[in-house]
Every structure is written in structure tokens, then in C-alpha cells.
T-cell receptor, first 114, second 111 residues
Framework: DSGVTQTPKHLITATGQRVTLRCSPRSGDLSVYWYQQSLDQGLQFLIQYYNGEERAKGNILERFSAQQFPDLHSELNLSSLELGDSALYFC?????????????FGDGTRLSIL | TQLLEQSPQFLSIQEGENLTVYCNSSSVFSSLQWYRQEPGEGPVLLVTVVTGGEVKKLKRLTFQFGDARKDSSLHITAAQPGDTGLYLCAGANGANSKLTFGKGITLSVRP
């Protein structure tokens, strides 16, 4: 158990819809990362927050947004969903925001767009 | 964009065999991490290497960071079915940069 909690585990929705994925980081971790994993692209970094502030952005589409709340949990919002957004979405957390820090991953949310 | 190429993409071996897999790039990394991911779970960190030429051992797993810090290898001795999983390498160039992941190596160890 990594200590990172992601909900829901599975999400099935239709094209054009909007969903929110939730992540609770490991106790004591201030930095949260969001990743998208698909068979063809592998694990792609989307965005990072540290102590409530956006710290780094990766290949995140404009239709996607995220935030980290004062209690350090984070939400990833995906809107105007397309078939190609079907993927596993992982949240990870670390104590400090530096790249050499161990990242602890949740078990992911599997998003299926019909 | 820094790219990490992992090879082979798939590997199926018999229990007890040894194997080596690779993580290569044309870019220099300040640190490199290896993760293992099992079906239905998130990746779990195995090791972080930061010094060129560094070798780290984790039981039957031996990780090496290339002298030029552009590549890494993972050697497993006497593989066991419990080693089955997706092995991901991830590199960063600088403490404030993001991690770039390779696409992974799917290892299957048959009993």
C-alpha cells in the first residue's frame, strides 16, 4: 500500500462528458503529480502541484485542468471527453518537489470513453 | 524532449534464468529511477541512481547507471515468477525538471 488513494477506480462515460478524478496523497507528502498511461504512449506526465501551487506542466491538454486544495488532496478535471482520452490516470506524491525524490503512486483510475 | 528507449519491449523467460534489460537515451540525466508495475496497480519505485557508473543491488536485482549518465541496465539473477511485471525507467535532467518515463519492459517469468 503506497498510501496514495485514488477514486474512483473505474469510470465509464461518453464522449463530450466531463469527469473529475480525485487523489489523496500519502501523509506528509506535499507534492502531487498526475500521469496518463496508455498502451501506445506509455506513462505521460501531465501536471505537478506543490503545496497548493502548480509547479510543472507536461503534455496536458487544454481540456484538462487540475488543482491541489489546502488539505493537499488534488483533483484532475477532464472535459469534452474524446475516445482517445480512454486511459489509466495515475496520481503520485512525494515529500519534496524534486525529480530525484521517490514518487509514490496510487492504483490509478481507469477511464473508459464509450 | 528527452526520450528513454527501453529494450526489449517484451521478455518471456523460464524461472531460474538470468536476464538483462536496458534503458537508453541520447540525453544526459542527473538521476534515473526504475519502477515495477503489476497489473491493476501503480508503479512502485525500486531504485534511484545518480552517479555515473553507479551500481546498486536489491536482492537479485542489479541496477547500473552508465558512466555518461545516458543509459542504465537492470540485471535479474535467477528470475522468479514474482518478478513478473512491467519495468519502467524514468530519468530527469536537474532537480527541478520533470521525470520522463520509458514505455517499459513487460517481463513474464514462467514457473
Amino acid at each position: 500500500d503506497s498510501g496514495v488513494t485514488q477514486t474512483p477506480k473505474h469510470l465509464i462515460t461518453a464522449t463530450g462528458q466531463r469527469v473529475t478524478l480525485r487523489c489523496s496523497p500519502r501523509s506528509g507528502d506535499l507534492s502531487v503529480y498526475w500521469y496518463q498511461q496508455s498502451l501506445d504512449q506509455g506513462l505521460q506526465f501531465l501536471i505537478q502541484y506543490y503545496n497548493g501551487e502548480e509547479r510543472a506542466k507536461g503534455n496536458i491538454l487544454e481540456r484538462f485542468s487540475a488543482q491541489q486544495f489546502p488539505d493537499l488532496h488534488s483533483e484532475l478535471n477532464l472535459s469534452s471527453l474524446e475516445l482517445g482520452d480512454s486511459a489509466l490516470y495515475f496520481c503520485a506524491s512525494s515529500v519534496a518537489p524534486y525529480s530525484n525524490q521517490p514518487q509514490h503512486f496510487g492504483d490509478g483510475t481507469r477511464l473508459s470513453i464509450l | 524532449t528527452q526520450l528513454l528507449e527501453q529494450s526489449p519491449q517484451f521478455l518471456s523467460i523460464q524461472e531460474g534464468e538470468n536476464l538483462t534489460v536496458y534503458c537508453n537515451s541520447s540525453s544526459v540525466f542527473s538521476s534515473l529511477q526504475w519502477y515495477r508495475q503489476e497489473p491493476g496497480e501503480g508503479p512502485v519505485l525500486l531504485v534511484t541512481v545518480v552517479t555515473g557508473g553507479e551500481v546498486k543491488k536489491l536482492k537479485r536485482l542489479t541496477f547500473q547507471f552508465g558512466d555518461a549518465r545516458k543509459d542504465s541496465s537492470l540485471h535479474i539473477t535467477a528470475a522468479q515468477p514474482g518478478d513478473t511485471g512491467l519495468y519502467l525507467c524514468a530519468g530527469a535532467n536537474g532537480a527541478n525538471s520533470k521525470l520522463t518515463f520509458g514505455k517499459g519492459i513487460t517481463l513474464s517469468v514462467r514457473p
